[in-house]
C-alpha cells in the first residue's frame, strides 16, 4: 500500500494493544456499539466480513486482519482475538515480519490499494500465513463508472488509486486462492447506487451523513439492491 497523508477518523470503540510481534497490535474492544459510528461503506463491509467469518471460525481460533487500520472489525466480533497489521496503525509493512500462520486471514478493501504489479505477491503471502481459511474483501469491477464519478465530484485519493490502478479482478483473486488449495466462493454485496449518495453526502457535511448513516444501518442493512459494491471472496483450505 502507498503512503499518504491522509487523516483518517480512528474509531473510539476499540485500542490497539502491542504483541510480541513488531508490526502487529491485538484488537482490544472497549465499546461494540461504536460500531455505528463508522461509515455506511466501511460498517457494511465489516459487518459482511464478520458475517462471513462467524460462519467458518471458531471463536478460539487466531485472526489476523491485515490492512485493518484501527481494527473495527473486531467491533462486529467480539467473541475473538483478533491481531491487526497495518502500515499506518502498527507499523507494520508485509506478511514476513509474522512466521507464524494464524487460522483465517482477512484484508478488507486493502487489496485495491496495493499496486497491480504486486498484487500477486499480496495475495501469496495472505494464503501463505492463512492455516485454515482466508477472507479477501474489495469494491468490484462493477462499481469502476462509479468510482470514476466520485473521484470527479469528491478527488479523494483513496478513491483516486481505485481508478488509476483499476479495481482487483474477484475471478483473479477466486482463482488464486483455488490454486493455493482452498475451496472458494464469492459474495456480492452491498448497494452501489446508496453508497454514491452517502460517500458525497459525507463527504460536503459529514455531520448530517453521520445521523443519515445510522438510520440505513438500523432500519435498512439487508435492503435489495441491483448493483452492488463489494465482492468478498471466501477461501477455506482443503488442501
Not at 45 to 68: C, F, N, P, Q, W
Not at 86 to 109: F, R, W
Not at 135 to 153: D, H, K, T, V
Request: charged share 25%; aromatic share 8%; with cysteine.
Amino acid at each position: 500500500m502507498s503512503n499518504k497523508d491522509i487523516k483518517l477518523a480512528l474509531n473510539q470503540g476499540v485500542d490497539l494493544k502491542p504483541t510480541t510481534t513488531s508490526g502487529i497490535c491485538r484488537a482490544v474492544v472497549l465499546d461494540a456499539d461504536k460500531r455505528f459510528d463508522l461509515t455506511w461503506d466501511r460498517f457494511l463491509r465489516l459487518h459482511r466480513t464478520a458475517e462471513a467469518i462467524k460462519r467458518i471460525v471458531k471463536s478460539s481460533d487466531s485472526i489476523l486482519d491485515v490492512g485493518g487500520f484501527d481494527g473495527a472489525l473486531a467491533l462486529f466480533l467480539p467473541q475473538y482475538d483478533i491481531d491487526v497489521l497495518d502500515p499506518i496503525t502498527t507499523g507494520g509493512t508485509g506478511l514476513s515480519i509474522t512466521t507464524e500462520p494464524y487460522d483465517a486471514v482477512v484484508s478488507v478493501d486493502a487489496l485495491e490499494h496495493v499496486a497491480p504489479e504486486d498484487r500477486q505477491s499480496f495475495l501469496e503471502q495472505l494464503c501463505k500465513v492463512a492455516r485454515q481459511s482466508c477472507f479477501i474483501n474489495f469494491p468490484g469491477r462493477q462499481s469502476a463508472a462509479a468510482q470514476e464519478l466520485i473521484l470527479e465530484l469528491t478527488n479523494n485519493p483513496l478513491v483516486k488509486e481505485h481508478v488509476e490502478w483499476q479495481l482487483p479482478d474477484s475471478d483473479y483473486v477466486k482463482q488464486h486462492l483455488e490454486s493455493s488449495g482452498f475451496l472458494v466462493e464469492t459474495q456480492k454485496h452491498s448497494s452501489l447506487a446508496q453508497w454514491i449518495s452517502q460517500y458525497l453526502l459525507q463527504t460536503v457535511a459529514p455531520d448530517l451523513a453521520a445521523k443519515a448513516n445510522r438510520h440505513l444501518l438500523e432500519h435498512h442493512l439487508d435492503a435489495p439492491f441491483d448493483t452492488p459494491l463489494y465482492d468478498l471472496v471466501i477461501g477455506k483450505r482443503i488442501k
